[in-house]
Structures are given as structure tokens and as C-alpha cells.
């Protein structure tokens, strides 16, 4: 279903680039004959009466995607792993998702005779994709995605932001997270689309050469890797680039306007998503605030939604988790014994993201129900906090937490990032503040250098309980 959805793509665009990296250019004839000398290492599908999973091992981002077009070369489930993985979680992960083979660059090449054409392929509700959450909120699950899932939200993506032959995206984000591997990898190459592979924290002074240099036409990636871009900039503007696009954390109009003086030929696009539903549920070409929140624009229409009221003190009227029924919803969690949950018997997968709608169409976004916490009973949301502290003209970038307090349980805490030259102090992004109800207001500020970014470029914030990736 999707490796002859692509052989048709590339066919099509044979002697068309499909993947820049560091070392060497692959058209898209060069990608499929690469993808069979990876399909050497497995095995066939066989009828296990289950999905037949392959552990990927993280390596680099040219690797990785033919491996998981391999895969599915061959009628197999890529289980598309973290950085990091240590014995213990690999053993974890093994022991949950009983895989056929764990495929790593020491696998030994096992020369057979691939056909581009005999692959079993999937049907429509078939798990073939496996992805990693972040484990914002503990130990990081594993997504099923259907195949008509992986169609689909390559689909509605490439439709909707016009990708074709002719376009380079930009991929800086690793390609073990949805945003980098389906937001763009996939959906590029499913579109006749080029994709320019970075190595996962490479420097964006090196993005931002290749951009110039290859006439990159799309570039992607989440508000903190997008700040430091800019913050990197030398004021000659990226006149190739006719797309941005961004999301997964708090955006400003100011930033929008910063992108608009980098990029003056582009367009822009605030993205919202999630592993569970595809790195694209809905968007939006402006930054607006709403009650505290952040307006994501409205659903594609593959995707059926509804709010799920949450009883809570501080929440706008309306406010609920978003729940999600459609074609790219995941199957669920794997868990033991080839069983799948966190999806309703009517199909809706109930995230914990707090939104409501605005004018009964577009979503309001207020932050993970995880990142929610109370400080003496009251409900502290820091997203608000944030958005605040980012409207401050001497702010570069923010984040709240919570911190333990003797007295009231946690209390907000939050770290900043100045702009180049301030000299704004602590005490004075305190009293910026007071705007927000008294129990709102940071306890204390703490001004950094920088904030630590993940492998994804997103925010990591320590909590009370370790620390957390920004969803």
C-alpha cells in the first residue's frame, strides 16, 4: 500500500533528486535501489497473526529513512526508536513489542534477490508505523499507526503546503519524531518532493549555508530551533525559501514578523499535532491569543473531533481534552500480547491537550493537561506564564515549571533567555507579570544563556518530578 504508493511517485520522478545529505545526493532511482539493498537485511513478511516488527535503531537521518522504507519494501513494521536507548529500555521495548528483527548498522547483509513489486502490502487498518512518544509524561510509549494513516496524513500535508518536484525541504528535526520523519521525509517523498537531511543539532549556522547555497524552497522545525535560527541570522534574507512552518510550542506575532524580515518570499504556517493523530491536525498563517491560549486553526476534514469536558477551576467555559477519530488516529499503545490501548471502542483516541473552540470551528490550544498543576488549589497553566514573559520586548525565549514549595505544593517557577544586548533583570520580568492573578506569578525568574534544547530542537524544562520535553 504505501512502498507501491512511493514506486509509483518514483517512477514518475526517477532522475529527480529525492534526499540531499552530507556526503552524497540519491535521486529518486538512486533511493529505491538503496532501499533494496536494505530490504536484503530482513527477513519477508510470514502470517504471524500479528504485526512483524523491526526495531530501528537510530542512525543517521539518510540510513534511517531507507530503512524504514525497507521495511515497508518488504510488508514489515518499522518500530522507529529514540536517541539514547539504553540495554534496559531496548530490552523494555523488545519485551512490549516482540519485533522479528532489531536492525542496527552491525546488522549483517544477507544477499536475496528483492523484487520491487511482490511486497505483501498492507490494507487500510494494518499497523505499519511505530513510533516513540517523548515521555513528557513518564516512560515513552509506542504509537501504532495505521497504513491509511501514513497515506493520509502525507496526503492532507502535501495537498495543503503544494509540496512537488522542484521543492527542497529542509529537515532539520530528527527523523525519530513525527514532525521530522512524516511532517516531512515521508510526505516529501511521497510528493516528488527533495528532502535536505541534516544531522540531528547541527549547527544552524550550517542550515542556514545550505539554504543559500541548494536554493532550499521549504524549511520546518519548532519555535525554539526557529528563535535560535534567528538569533544566529546575519540580516541577509533566505530569498529561495517560500514556505515556513512551525509549531509544537508557544509562538509570538513578534517572532512571525522576525521569520517574515528572513524569509520575505514565504509563506507562513503554525502547525498543530501530536504522534497519536500526525504531525498535522490543523493549522493556521497567523500567531492569535485567545483567553490565555493559542488559536491552532480548524481540523482537516479526515479527522471527526469533539471536546471532552475537564472539570476545572481556571479553564475558559467549554475548555476540554481534544478527542480524535479519522484515518491517521493511531491504533493505540502497543501493549503485551499484541494488544492496542488508549482508543475507544467508537475509535476516538482522547488526547490530554486542554483546548476549546473558538466561533464553533477552530481550536484553542492551552497546553498538556500534564503541564497543568495547582499552587495552594489554584490552577497555574504555563503556557499563560510563557506567553506573557515572550511579550516582553527584552525576552528571547521562556519556559515555566513547577517547583516544590513547603507551604502550597508546587509553585510556578521560570527561566528566560534575553535578547542580545538586555539588560532586564529578574525583579523586573516579576512585576511584568503581575498582570496575572496573584498565584500566577512566577516565584521566582531565573535568567540564562540559554535553555536546553532536546534532540527534537524543543524546549526541556526541569519539573518537580526530573525534567519534560515541551509538547
Known sequence: MIWHRFLQVAQAHAHATAVIGEDETLTYADFVARVNVEAGKLPRRADMGRP???????????????????????????????????????????????????????????????????????????????MCTSGTTGTPKLVALPAEGVLATASAIADDLGFSEGDIIAVPTPLTYMYGLMGASVTGLLSGAALRLFVPGAPLTVVQSAIRREKITVMQGPPSLM???????????????????TGGEYMTSEMVTDLAKAFPQSQFRLLYGMTEAGPRISHCQSVTEYK??????????HFEWRVVPVEQEGLPSGAGRLALRGPSVCLGYIQPENKYAGVDTDGYFTSTDIVCTVDDASLCF???????????????NPLEIEALLMRHPDVRDAVCHAEDHRLLGLVP???????????????????????????????????????????????????????????
Open 52 to 130: 512483524a516488527r523491526v526495531l530501528l535503531v537510530p542512525t543517521e537521518p539518510a540510513t534511517l529513512l531507507l530503512r524504514v522504507f525497507a521495511c515497508w519494501s518488504r510488508g514489515l513494521v518499522p518500530v522507529v526508536l529514540r536517541e539514547g536507548q539504553t540495554e534496559e529500555s531496548l530490552k523494555r521495548i523488545s519485551g512490549i513489542a516482540e519485533p522479528v528483527l532489531i536492525l542496527s548498522d552491525t546488522t549483517p547483509q544477507h544477499p536475496q534477490h528483492v523484487s520491487q513489486e511482490d511486497a505483501p502490502p498492507f490494507t487500510a487498518r494494518d499497523e505499519a508505523l511505530v
Open 227 to 245: 528563535r535560535l535560527f534567528l538569533a544566529y541570522w546575519g540580516g541577509e534574507p533566505f530569498d529561495s525559501v517560500r514556505l515556513v512552518t
Open 292 to 301: 490565555g491560549g493559542l488559536c491552532v486553526g480548524v481540523p482537516f476534514d
Open 366 to 380: 492551552f497546553g498538556r493537561q500534564d503541564r497543568l498543576f495547582k499552587t495552594g488549589g489554584k490552577l497555574i
Open 413 to 471: 517557577v521560570a527561566q528566560v533567555v534575553l535578547k542580545e544586548g538586555a539588560q532586564t533583570d529578574s525583579a523586573t520580568l516579576i512585576a511584568h507579570c503581575a498582570v496575572l492573578e496573584t498565584h500566577a506569578v512566577p516565584h521566582r525568574i531565573d535568567i540564562l544563556r540559554a535553555l536546553c534544547i532536546s534532540a527534537s530542537g524543543k524546549r526541556v524544562v526541569a519539573t518537580a518530578a526530573g525534567s519534560s520535553t515541551l509538547p
